[in-house]
């Protein structure tokens, strides 16, 4: 049975603009068009966008998944190729989240320094003390 492209969207929780930039980077293909030029898809398109669905669960870009689908179709197992993005995908994430925990620190540091100066001294022009270096050595205002 063929679907549209609205009804390919909607069981996928997606746009129809999302399921033509997927046309656009080469991860989906209509297998035909309704005399009135509507995109038509079949059961590859649904297998196609559950992959995409799962390889994005698991982190991987766009780009990255485009990569995998033409090395499927080439005939290539694209296993080894999937397990070095996953590894740096990993990585990444794992970089993040230490940028993020620094983040966090500095951000209860401020908030912890704001919630025991709650009425500054402030000249409400160029500066709020709370975004101040709460090191004094740490940077020096210009």
């Known amino acids: 049975m063929p679907y549209t492209i609205g009804e390919l969207a909607r069981a996928f929780g997606l746009s129809p603009d ?11 293909a209509p297998e035909g068009r309704t005399e009135g030029g509507y995109r038509l898809y079949g059961e590859e398109a649904l297998r196609r966008l559950r992959f995409i669905k799962e390889a994005q669960a698991a982190g991987l870009r766009l780009e990255d998944i485009a990569g ?3 090395a499927m179709e080439e005939g290539q197992p694209p296993c080894c190729h999937v397990q070095e993005m996953l590894r740096a995908r990993l990585e990444e994430v794992r970089r993040r989240l230490r940028e993020l925990e620094a983040l966090e620190e500095a951000l209860a540091r401020r908030l912890a ?23 004094p050595g740490a940077s020096s205002r210009v």
């Not at 320094?113 to 409400?124: F, I, K, L, M, V």
């Open 68 to 70: 995998i689908l033409r």
């Open 113 to 135: 320094y704001a919630q025991a100066h709650p009425d500054p001294a402030c000249d409400g022009k160029d500066h709020c003390v709370y975004l101040d270096p709460l090191d």
């Open 18 to 28: 999302a399921l033509r930039y997927y046309e656009r980077l080469g991860l989906l």
